[in-house]
């Protein structure tokens, strides 16, 4: 771990960085942020690790961005088998407040960040640097939020995206920058059912594709976002069309695929 202090600049009076650094921790490391009086933004590079803040845990993979703000405390962990390596800049200034608001973890386009925080660079040309590169990041992400102008079809994409991973109503909440009590009764009204009926529905549909294809259930239920072998056969039972479990459903597809008449060729 690696961490640069930066000179104060009276010239930084929007966004003025303090430090900057970059990490690789070992993998399942697991590390508690000091309090801080500046936003922390973390980029992380490659990898994934869980952010745990405000009593909610936010899965964060390469391409993400999680934020600290001035007084938070949070811990945050490495992965695993697949353990992050990321940068951060910690900053004040008059547009600082400007990323209070946001969610705590968003993706964010790869040239915004991979820019930022040379660190081979002399100390007063990081700084411009990364005063310019905070702005631009700003810039965009309220653009990306702006074109979110329909919260539900966006959670509805993501879900649809995102399935076999693990999806919380408070990380899509957190997103699409809404209370999540409010996206809940906004989801259900749009769907009729809640976001994590449909989040099911998603999986199932997508297990009786991948069971078509061929896959075992355990690979499927891998694929589909189950991490319970139990309640996967439990759900693809009582909750899709099929009403059976997933190996007699499979058995069954596939003999009716291979009882169907073949068709000859044309002369």
Not at 60 to 66: D, K, M, P, R, S
Not at 167 to 178: E, K, M, P, R, Y
Request: glycine share 6%; proline share 6%.
């Amino acid at each position: 771990m690696e961490t640069f202090q930066l000179n104060f600049n009276p010239q930084f009076q929007d966004i003025s960085p303090v430090f900057a650094g970059e990490a690789a921790p070992p993998a399942g490391h697991e590390q508690q942020n000091a309090v801080s009086p500046y936003t922390i933004i973390h980029y992380v590079r490659a990898g994934c690790g869980t952010v745990t803040t405000r009593g909610t845990t936010y899965p964060v993979t390469a391409g993400q961005i999680f934020i600290f703000r001035p007084g938070e405390t949070a811990v945050y962990t490495a992965d695993e088998t697949d353990p992050w390596r990321f940068r951060w800049v910690g900053f004040n200034g008059s547009l600082a407040g400007g990323f209070l608001d946001l969610p705590t973890v968003m993706d964010v386009p790869p040239e915004v960040f991979e820019n930022l925080c040379d660190l081979l660079h002399p100390a007063y040309l990081l700084e411009y640097q990364l005063a310019s590169e905070i702005l631009f990041l700003q810039a965009r992400v309220q653009t990306r939020l702006q074109e979110r102008s329909d919260p539900i079809q966006w959670v509805m994409d993501y879900i649809e995206a995102s399935y076999m991973q693990d999806i919380s109503v408070q990380f899509l909440a957190d997103q699409v920058n809404l209370d999540r009590s409010y996206l809940y009764r906004l989801f259900k009204k749009r769907n009729g059912c809640s976001i994590q009926d449909y989040i099911l529905h998603i999986r199932l549909r997508k297990a009786v594709w991948y069971l078509e294809e061929g896959y075992s259930a355990t690979e499927t239920a891998a694929l589909c976002g189950f991490r319970n072998m139990s309640n996967f056969f439990h759900q693809f039972k009582t909750r899709s069309d099929a009403h059976r479990t997933p190996g007699q459903w499979q058995k069954e597809a596939i003999g009716a695929e291979l009882r169907k008449p073949k068709r000859t060729k044309e002369r």
